[in-house]
């Protein structure tokens, strides 16, 4: 199983690899690019947060066992996109990279979400887990900041045009998911399963 | 097919963009707002019969068929770099004539300082009227020297073809110094006022928009930066770097005198 959703995984990257060798990216190859990684990147996220609902839902871990591939392959999309955010739109100048970083919210929040990413993808190893303990979950909840500082990300990005609706949509997944973090609806949640 | 007689002063050395770009990827919010919307939804525009009103300060208010204008003066061919505002450019070859000549035509009053032009708004014609993003129809505006300069491009046609629908058939405006919105598509009315119109984009966000709107460098767009814009279709591939974006796209020298005197951070 773990490998199946492995390979599904990777479609999107190689959807676009496909577009790219057909020169089919649209016009604007880069701009695509960088909005379908940070598609994918969100849509990775929201499956990674929707594990654990899953399981208190259904009452079973085995959700539990694609969480780390999942929230992985959220960064993966997210490197990429930063990465060519980087390369393209701030050839690696780092200087002018902090510059934009500071000046422009929309920016700080997608800088802010892709820094936060990396403690948790290097702590995603079994050792890591072992090693850091009751803190390796404290650490992980940073998840949830993540998943607020991405949609104001995408929010932002799209206000000026007033053009909310596709956002507005994961902004409703994403505050459903995180409500399922609160301990009252938690307990509803798995209470309504184990009978 | 639009017979026109290339204008000689208005060549460029940059490479023309694909007409297959120029068609697909537009921005034109009445048929959606993805940029591959235009493309797949304008076919349901129809571009005749169609008019144009041109009232307010004139002395002569009328408004004149499709094909009235298209005999309005010589159909001149030019080609002007397109700077949207979002930090990518074409290079097309348009197919109209100076807007002054229009404008001449319906003589402008003394009081006239401004220029609105409105686009159409016809909601079983355009499937993006369905969204409130913007209060229909689209509006924009230029000052009267402005609209009087000659390269402010009264357009019905690219490539020597008739203007795509996607592209703001039937007539539309191309003012190439300014970004790209300032090009008001589809145009059915035509406006001379004493006070300055209120475009649809400044409505929106004054911040990020403002009325005049020139290509300008040194004025970031609160979101990104306008300091450079990635060239569609650049011989180079994709992942060429981006382009240096100049001062009024490169038509500082003759449009830059309209604006001695102001400061153009405050005024972008």
New interface residues.
């Given amino acids: 199983m773990k490998i199946i959703i492995f390979f599904l995984a990777l479609l999107p990257l190689d959807r676009l690899i496909w577009l790219g060798l057909t020169d089919d990216l649209s016009a604007n190859p880069i701009e695509f690019i960088t909005r379908s990684t940070g598609t994918w990147a969100l849509v990775f996220l929201c499956l990674t947060l929707a594990m654990t609902p899953l399981r208190l839902i259904g009452n079973s871990v085995a959700w539990i066992r694609y969480r780390r591939m999942l929230g992985l392959f959220s960064f993966f999309y997210a490197c990429i996109h930063f990465g060519i955010w980087l390369w393209l739109d701030q050839d690696f100048d780092l200087g002018a990279m902090f510059k934009d970083v500071v000046k422009r919210p929309f920016i700080t929040m997608g800088f802010i979400s892709f820094v936060l990413l990396i403690p948790l993808a290097l702590t995603s190893t079994h050792w890591a887990q072992k090693k850091l303990g009751r803190r390796w979950a404290q650490l992980h909840r940073i998840i949830y900041l993540i998943a607020c500082t991405a949609i104001l990300h995408y929010w932002w990005h799209k206000a000026g045009k007033n053009d909310l609706d596709t956002v507005s949509i994961y902004a409703a997944i994403l505050t459903l998911l995180l409500c399922c973090r609160i301990p009252y609806i938690r307990k509803i949640l798995s209470k309504r399963s184990n009978t | 097919k639009l017979v026109a007689t290339p204008n000689p002063a208005f060549m460029t050395k940059d490479e023309l963009t694909s007409y297959?770009?120029v068609t697909?990827?537009n921005n034109f919010y009445e048929f959606g707002?993805d940029?591959?919307d235009p493309a797949a939804y304008a076919h349901t525009l129809q571009t005749r019969p169609w008019t144009v009103s041109i009232e307010g300060l004139v002395k002569k208010p009328v408004t004149l068929d499709i094909d009235a204008l298209l005999k309005l003066a010589p159909m001149e061919e030019r080609i002007y770099r397109m700077r949207c505002v979002e930090g990518?450019s074409m290079v097309i070859p348009w197919d109209g004539y100076s807007l002054s000549k229009l404008l001449n035509y319906v003589q402008p009053l003394g009081s006239a300082k401004y220029v609105e032009f409105i686009s159409l708004a016809d909601k079983k014609q355009m499937p993006g009227l369905g969204?409130n993003?913007?209060d229909w129809p689209y509006r924009e505006g230029l000052r009267l020297d402005e609209a009087m300069n000659p390269l402010t491009l009264l357009t019905f046609g690219l490539y020597g073809e008739m203007l795509p629908k996607q592209n703001g058939a039937p007539v539309r405006i191309v003012v190439p110094w300014k970004y790209g919105f300032k090009s008001a598509k589809s145009i059915v009315k035509i406006r001379l006022t004493e006070e300055m119109p209120k475009t649809s984009w400044g409505r929106?966000?004054p911040r990020?928009y403002g009325f005049y709107s020139n290509v300008n460098p040194l004025v970031?767009h609160?979101?990104?930066?306008q300091a450079t814009e990635?060239r569609?279709?650049d011989s180079k591939g994709?992942?060429a770097?981006?382009i240096k974006t100049e001062m009024f796209n490169g038509y500082g020298d003759q449009v830059a005198s309209m604006y001695a005197g102001m400061d153009l951070k405050k005024l972008y």
Avoid: L
Wanted: aromatic share 20%; net charge positive; charged share 30%.
């Fill in positions: 297959k770009y697909t990827y707002t940029k591959s990518w969204d993003i913007i929106i966000a990020e970031d609160p979101r990104w930066s990635r569609i279709g994709i992942f770097p981006k």
